[in-house]
């Protein structure tokens, strides 16, 4: 097994802050997106619409999974909670892949205002995915499609490899479910490879998920049952995750555990929407939010003149 590089790992984990911050600011900014000055109510956005609780974990998967394939031009992100919309936002404004569709959404200070203002807008971006997303062929919330939809595109393409990020609540479906199944009915060197992880957080919208409440051992036998091999990671220890990608494990099955609402304040980090709920004129969750958004150093990570810097 090949080992992961300081230089790498460091390099991913900036960019999960880089899109975190990038989230945040789409979630709650309509004005003072870099922080240049104090916060202000003014800054805040009227109406809040949005999901956090599953956004660190996308941005978790998106960055690890983007660092191990970036040299393979038939790889492919499908993800399954589309209410984290932000988070696949800005890993696909950061990459550039947002500006190819809308000119307006240049990788800079321009850019950055641009997606932040217009997240939840009138007349702008949506709050979960939709066919304005490249690549995105559904409107958000519709769970339970990502790991068949996955397995359709591997069909017959024997060079594709496709991830696809499952939420815990969404393998509570029965479509989800009923889609470990495909491995066995398209297992063929005629088809393409697929690595389903699954993001157990624990928590769907106001409850514990069935799989929070199973044991490690039950789960992982379920999923061996379908003819996979479960491997469990700690989501945040990017080593791991990269020692992982790089297992020769029999039919992947990666289980990533990340808190729900991770990265937000802590008072409020089993959030699964909008974890303020009126900075808009409560001082104190103000302070809150102009706290949460510092802790990402996000000077450090962007520079207006010279771009993002986490390479």
Request: charged content about 25%; proline content about 5%; overall charge negative.
């Amino acid at each position: 097994m090949s080992t992961v590089g300081i230089a790498e790992i460091d390099s991913i984990k900036k960019r999960i802050r880089i899109c975190d911050y990038l989230v945040v600011a789409q979630l709650y900014l309509q004005d003072n997106f870099l922080l240049e000055r104090e916060l202000t109510h003014d800054d805040i956005k009227a109406r809040l619409l949005g999901h956090w609780g599953t956004c660190h974990g996308i941005n978790v998967a998106y960055a690890n999974l983007k660092d191990y394939y970036k040299n393979n031009e038939h790889f492919s992100f499908i993800l399954g909670p589309g209410h984290g919309f932000p988070a696949l936002q800005a890993n696909l404004f950061i990459d550039g892949e947002l500006e190819k569709v809308d000119s307006e959404a240049t990788v800079n200070v321009e850019g950055i205002k641009y997606i932040c203002k217009n997240f939840s807008w009138p007349d702008g971006f949506p709050s979960h995915a939709s066919p304005y997303t490249p690549g995105v062929i559904t409107e958000g919330g519709e769970l339970g499609y990502a790991l068949a939809n996955a397995y359709g595109v591997a069909l017959g393409h024997p060079e594709k490899t496709i991830a696809v990020l499952i939420g815990d609540g969404e393998l509570e479906t029965a479509t989800a479910l009923g889609s470990f199944n495909l491995r066995n009915l398209l297992a063929s060197d005629k088809n393409g490879k697929i690595i389903p992880i699954l993001h157990l957080n624990g928590y769907k919208i106001s409850a514990p998920t069935i799989y929070a409440r199973k044991s490690e051992r039950e789960l992982n036998e379920m999923i061996r049952g379908f003819g996979f091999t479960p491997i469990v990671l700690n989501g945040d220890d990017v080593d791991e995750f990269q020692q992982a990608l790089r297992s020769e494990a029999p039919s992947p099955f990666y289980i990533m555990r990340t808190k729900k609402g991770a990265g937000g304040p802590n008072s409020y980090h089993m959030a699964h929407q909008i974890p303020l709920k009126d900075p808009k004129t409560n001082d104190d969750e103000l302070k809150t939010l102009e706290a949460w958004l510092k802790s990402y150093n996000f000077s450090e990570l962007f520079d207006p003149e010279k771009g993002f810097k986490y390479d």
